[in-house]
């Protein structure tokens, strides 16, 4: 099952955090992809913002699913979650302990979790993906 897996672009900045994140998921047994390392190589590669979504739309048809971490409110990303909702895409969400996310979050989520370290995911994705997996079949 491959996971769309969003994640903040930082300039690079960030590469050891996504790497960890992404890391997360392929040990819960999911095939990774993050546009921002696989697509943009951290790096700005696309001559316009319509471009750059229209590719990302276009990487998150070939996905099972998407996962979002809604700790820092983000929304450049919360776009790439609401076009997982449209294309009828399971939607993970993650959050810190303690945050507070809206109700049309809520809404579009299939999962939704909550950590104080990363690594607390490991094991609850990983029982989401036998789950998602079994049923697939």
């Known amino acids: 099952m491959k996971v769309f ?3 903040p672009f930082k300039e690079g900045k960030n590469k050891k955090e996504i790497e960890h994140l992404c ?7 999911f095939e990774d992809f993050c546009f921002v390392r696989d697509v943009e190589n951290y790096q ?5 913002a319509k471009a750059l979504m229209q590719r990302a739309q276009k990487e998150i ?9 809604m700790s820092n409110k ?3 990303r919360a776009i790439e979650a609401g076009i997982a909702f449209a294309e009828g895409k399971k939607i993970i969400t993650v959050m810190k302990r303690g945050t507070v996310i809206k109700d049309t979050t809520r809404g579009i989520s ?7 370290e ?3 995911l490991i094991e609850p994705l990983s029982t989401l993906f036998k789950e998602w997996s079994k049923n697939a079949q």
């Open 44 to 48: 700005k590669v696309f001559d316009s």
């Open 61 to 69: 048809k070939k996905c099972d699913c998407l996962f979002i971490d």
């Open 110 to 116: 299939d999962s939704i979790m909550e950590y104080e």
């Open 118 to 120: 990363l690594t607390d």
């Open 74 to 76: 983000p929304t450049g």
């Open 5 to 7: 897996i969003t994640a």
């Open 23 to 29: 890391s997360i998921l392929k040990k819960s047994g």
